[in-house]
T-cell receptor, first 111, second 114 residues
Framework: DAKTTQPNSMESNEEEPVHLPCNHS???????IHWYRQLPSQGPEYVIH???SNVNNRMASLAIAEDRKSSTLILHRATLRDAAVYYC????????????FGKGTKLTVNP | KAGVTQTPRYLIKTRGQQVTLSCSPI?????VSWYQQTPGQGLQFLFE???????NKGNFPGRFSGRQFSNSRSEMNVSTLELGDSALYLC?????????????FGPGTRLTVL
């Protein structure tokens, strides 16, 4: 399973943008980059995923480095409800639905 | 559409007992995966079922087993419970036919082994 590295924790202020980094230097050409988050006392929640190009959805944006060895999840305006543990996960193309979770980044949002 | 439901939400058992947890996926989802979450080990993959067949299995002892029914509902069973089995057990469902589709998690079953 390809490995990802994330900071243990980050802090942000409400209504400010948040950039959550993820390093995946051993990513293979067919690995997709997925982000999930887990709010307190809840199951994980899908946020976004991409392969090579930057991606946007209603929750966040995903910026992928040209060499694909790193990516950044961008929350454009953090709210208190965005306080969660964010997981960056590599998923091989095809086959299993298995997700390999690392320790993630605990995001604290200050009012 | 209703989300993934898991029953029971909380469970207390004693060492040596066995337990069965249930998961109902989102309507139309045919893939169900199970995860164990503990403070020490984090989220770990247990197994994945699709169309009543186990497609993938994590690195857990044989005491952990599961199955999927024709309506896609899934159960997991843990026999001869140990203290270390105390954890949050999460179920996730997905369409699976969509490559790299999102997985939707339930709220989990909190198992405490005394």
């Amino acid at each position: 399973d390809a490995k990802t590295t994330q900071p243990n924790s980050m802090e942000s202020n409400e209504e400010e943008p948040v950039h959550l980094p993820c390093n995946h230097s051993t990513i293979s050409g067919t690995d997709y980059i997925h982000w999930y988050r887990q709010l307190p006392s809840q199951g994980p929640e899908y946020v976004i995923h991409g392969l090579t190009s930057n991606v946007n959805n209603r929750m966040a944006s995903l910026a992928i480095a040209e060499d694909r060895k790193s990516s950044t999840l961008i929350l454009h305006r953090a709210t208190l409800r965005d306080a969660a543990v964010y997981y960056c996960i590599l998923r091989p193309q095809g086959g299993s639905e298995k997700l390999v979770f690392g320790k993630g980044t605990k995001l604290t949002v200050n009012p | 559409k209703a989300g993934v439901t898991q029953t029971p939400r909380y469970l207390i058992k004693t060492r040596g007992q066995q337990v069965t947890l249930s998961c109902s996926p989102i309507s139309g989802h045919r893939s169900v995966s199970w995860y164990q979450q503990t403070p020490g080990q984090g989220l770990q993959f247990l197994f994945e079922y699709f169309s009543e067949t186990q497609r993938n299995k994590g690195n857990f002892p044989g005491r952990f087993s599961g199955r999927q029914f024709s309506n896609s509902r899934s159960e997991m069973n843990v026999s001869t419970l140990e203290l270390g089995d105390s954890a949050l057990y999460l179920c996730a469902s997905s369409l699976s036919q969509i490559s790299q589709g999102a997985q939707f998690f339930g709220p989990g079953t909190r198992l405490t082994v005394l």
